[in-house]
């Protein structure tokens, strides 16, 4: 426990380090997160149950990896597609309070926990929903997912729910974050979309854990 603890200090030390914005309710509530998932995780398995103990840093800090690439302007709203634990919604939307997320999965019990734990943090700009993407009816100015599919499957179910009017310096689109050698699913997108690529380490350099691991953007046309 002394050691889990030690990690979890320094991985929201480095939290802080790479976003000084965070105030002290947002690092509170950051705090809990970490807390609310090895709780559940006993309960349901929304996170490996191997990777619990590094929630933070493989998890909660991936998550906010999104956050380097684009900064969300107040009054957006964004579609987490396929969140299973809550990722990276969760941690995002405690990061963006002024901007509301959606966050969407197929499988009724995680969806379950993930209000749970919106609830216990009193997140009021991030909701919940047992949906499929083609279920979905409302327009985002960004989706973002973690890990769900592959490029071309997460471009068929995001871009149709993708608004058109712009309020971002990037330009709306799928934010994802994958890892491993990514060329194959880029090149089968084809062509006529925009792709970008970047590692995760790079944003968040005191961790080797990100290297091979990449926010993906690809420009909804």
Known sequence: MGLLCRTTRLTMELIQQYFPELDEHQLQQLQQLGDLYR??????????????DAVY????LHSLAIARFVEFEPDSEILDLGTGGGLPGIPLAILFPDVR??????????????????NALELTNAKALHQRAEETKHKYD?????????????????????????KHVVPN??????????????????????V????????????PYFKEKYVVYVQHG
């Open 196 to 207: 970008d690529q970047e590692e995760v380490f790079d944003f968040f350099p005191q961790t």
């Open 57 to 60: 840093d493989h998890h909660i």
């Open 173 to 194: 689109g799928l934010l994802t974050l994958k890892g491993g050698d990514l060329r194959q699913e880029i090149k089968e997108l084809g062509t006529g979309h925009y």
């Open 39 to 52: 709780e559940w995780n006993q309960k349901i398995n929304v996170i490996s149950r191997k990777d619990i």
């Open 142 to 166: 960004f989706v973002i997912c973690r890990a769900v599919a592959s490029l071309d499957k997460l471009v068929a179910w995001s871009f149709p729910l993708i608004k058109k009017k712009q």
């Open 101 to 118: 997320f959606t966050l969407i999965d197929g499988t009724r019990k995680k969806i379950m926990v993930v209000q749970e734990i919106i």
